[in-house]
């Protein structure tokens, strides 16, 4: 019983950051992923800056992940 109670505090946290910053963070983003994901056809640079935008718009998957599994930060 006394292992769970450490996972269940670690679930809150990842669910008030996944509020406060994952869906805040990533809805914003996902605006300028959308907007440059064309140009990235055309120029190879943009590639590089595409996959790092994806990577902050996959943030509340990570977050949630870490809820569901109730993961501390290692």
């Known amino acids: 019983m006394a292992n769970i109670c450490p996972g269940l ?3 809150i946290l990842w669910f008030i950051l996944l509020w406060i910053i994952g869906w805040p963070l990533a809805f ?3 605006w300028f992923y959308v907007l440059l994901l064309p140009f990235a056809a055309c120029i190879d640079a943009m590639e590089s800056v595409c996959d790092a935008l994806l990577k902050v718009v996959q943030l509340p ?3 949630a992940d870490n809820m569901v ?3 501390g930060c290692d």
């Open 28 to 30: 914003l983003i996902a």
């Open 9 to 11: 505090l670690w679930a």
């Open 69 to 71: 599994h109730m993961k």
């Open 61 to 63: 998957y990570t977050f």
